[in-house]
C-alpha cells in the first residue's frame, strides 16, 4: 500500500486531502518519529524514520497526524478479504503488505496482469488507498519488483522475471531485499556494490563467510526462491516479547524494576493466550546517551517451561543486574523463546503449579472480560508505572 497510514488518514479526513502529511509519534513521549510521509510530503525530501522536528524544517507547513493504530489494523483486515476473494493463498508479510498466489486463479480471472489490477481497483473502490503490484515467478522476485520498480510505473504494476533481472541486476546492492545497512557495508567493504555484482560473486565464499545466510544472499541476487506462499506463516510463533522505549531516562534501580516486572506481565499473558510456555528468557536495554551508546542483549535457560510472570521476571532481572552497566536507560525489552505447546509440559515436582495455574486463570478472565487496565500491581501506580499508559497503544502507539 502506498505511504499506508499517511494514506488511511486522508481517506478519514478529506481536509487533508491535498496537503502534505505525515503520521508521527508524540516527540514528549520520545516516538516523535515519522511512521509513514504522503507522496507530497516526500516531494519536500521527507522520509520515513526520521524526526519529526527534522521533517518540519523541510516542510514546515505539513500537517502531522498522530497514529490510530486500530483503524490501520482494520483497513488492513479488509485489504486481506478482497485478496481472498481471487485466492486462498494470501500470506501477510506486514500490516500494508501481502503475498497473493494466483497460480490456480488465472482461468477464473484472467492472466496475472488482469487480476492485478482488478486487486488494485477493487482496493481503491473499498478504501481509497492506492496500492502497487509487483509479479515474480516467487516471492522474493514479487517483492523486489514492488520495491524498486512498481512505483516507478504508470499503473503501478510491475513484473519482474528471468527475462529482465538485467533491470534488478543494475540497482546498488542496499536495494535488494534481505540487505540493511549493516549487511550493505560488509558487502561493499568486499567489493560487491550492486545486485548483480553479489549475484556473480562466487557463492562459495560468500557461504565462507556467513553461512547458509550467505547462499540465501546468492540467492537472492539471482531471483531463486523455493518459499511457497502459505496461510500458514505465522501459525507457529518462535518467540513472545515485548519493547517499550521509556517516557524518561530510567536510573533509579526501583523504578526499572517495576517497568520490567510489567512487560514480563505482558510477556506471560501474550504465551498463556496464545497456548505457549517458553523456557529461554531473554532480557536487553538500550541506553540513554546517544553519543556513546550502551545496552545489553543477554539469554538464559530456564529448568522448566513456564508461563508465569514471576519466573519470567526473576529470570529477566538476574540478566538485568548482571550486565546492566549502572548507567541511565532509555528502553527495554523481555522476550520468551523456545516456545513449546501449554497444554503438554513438563512440570517440577517441589514446586505448586496448580496454585500458579488458578491465579493465571482468574487474571486472565478479568483482561479478557474487562480490559487490560481492570488489575494490575499496586507498582504501576507509581510514578515509574507504565501499564496504565501501555494499555492505551497497540505495536507502542495509540489505538
Not at 117 to 144: C, E, F, H
Not at 183 to 188: G, I, S
Request: charged content about 20%.
Amino acid at each position: 500500500m502506498q505511504s499506508f497510514y499517511a494514506s488511511v488518514e486522508k481517506v478519514c479526513d478529506n481536509s487533508l486531502k491535498d496537503k502534505p502529511v505525515i503520521v508521527a509519534g508524540d516527540p514528549e513521549r520520545r516516538s516523535g518519529i515519522v511512521l509513514a510521509a504522503c507522496p507530497i510530503a516526500k516531494k519536500y525530501g521527507i522520509t520515513t524514520a526520521e524526526t519529526l522536528g527534522s521533517a518540519k524544517l523541510k516542510c514546515p507547513h505539513v500537517e502531522v497526524v498522530r497514529p490510530h493504530m486500530q483503524r490501520y489494523i482494520d483497513v488492513s483486515i479488509v485489504i486481506s478479504r478482497i485478496m481472498e476473494q481471487f485466492t486462498d493463498l494470501v500470506e501477510p508479510f506486514s500490516i500494508d503488505e501481502q503475498f497473493m498466489d494466483v497460480t490456480g486463479s488465472q482461468k477464473l480471472f484472467g492472466n496475472y496482469y488482469e487480476i492485478a489490477k482488478a486487486v488494485q481497483k477493487w482496493i481503491l473502490n473499498d478504501t481509497g488507498i492506492y496500492s502497487r503490484i509487483g509479479i515474480g515467478p516467487n516471492k522474493i522476485l514479487a517483492k523486489m519488483a514492488c520495491d524498486n520498480f512498481a512505483k516507478k510505473n504508470k499503473d503501478g504494476i510491475f513484473k519482474l522475471d528471468q527475462s529482465n533481472m538485467d533491470q534488478l541486476w543494475k540497482l546498488p546492492v542496499g536495494k535488494m531485499f534481505g540487505v540493511g545497512s549493516k549487511m550493505n557495508r560488509h558487502l561493499q567493504g568486499m567489493g560487491i556494490y550492486s545486485i548483480g555484482g553479489l549475484a556473480s560473486f562466487p557463492k562459495e565464499l560468500l557461504k565462507k563467510k556467513w553461512g547458509i545466510n550467505g547462499e540465501v544472499l546468492w540467492q537472492t541476487a539471482n531471483g531463486i526462491d523455493y518459499s511457497p506462499v502459505t496461510v500458514k506463516t505465522h501459525n507457529q510463533q518462535k518467540a513472545i516479547g515485548h519493547h517499550m522505549t521509556l517516557p524518561r531516562d530510567y536510573m533509579d534501580i526501583n523504578d526499572i524494576k517495576v517497568v520490567l516486572l510489567e512487560l514480563c506481565t505482558e510477556v506471560a499473558r501474550r504465551c498463556r493466550a496464545k497456548g505457549y510456555m517458553g523456557v529461554t528468557v531473554s532480557c536487553g536495554i538500550r541506553g540513554a546517551d546517544f553519543n556513546f551508546p550502551t545496552g545489553f542483549h543477554r539469554q538464559i535457560t530456564l529448568p522448566i517451561p513456564t508461563n508465569y510472570d514471576m519466573d519470567i521476571f526473576n529470570a529477566a532481572f538476574k540478566l538485568f543486574l548482571e550486565f546492566w552497566d549502572r548507567q541511565s536507560i532509555r528502553s527495554l525489552g523481555v522476550t520468551m523463546s523456545n516456545l513449546q505447546p501449554a497444554n503438554n509440559y513438563q512440570i517440577d515436582l517441589f514446586d505448586n503449579y496448580l496454585n500458579r495455574e488458578q491465579l493465571n486463570v482468574a487474571l486472565d478472565t478479568i483482561w479478557n472480560k474487562y480490559g487490560r487496565t481492570a488489575i494490575y500491581r499496586a507498582s504501576s501506580l507509581t510514578s515509574a508505572g507504565q501499564a496504565n499508559e501501555r494499555a492505551r497503544k497497540i505495536g507502542g502507539h495509540y489505538k
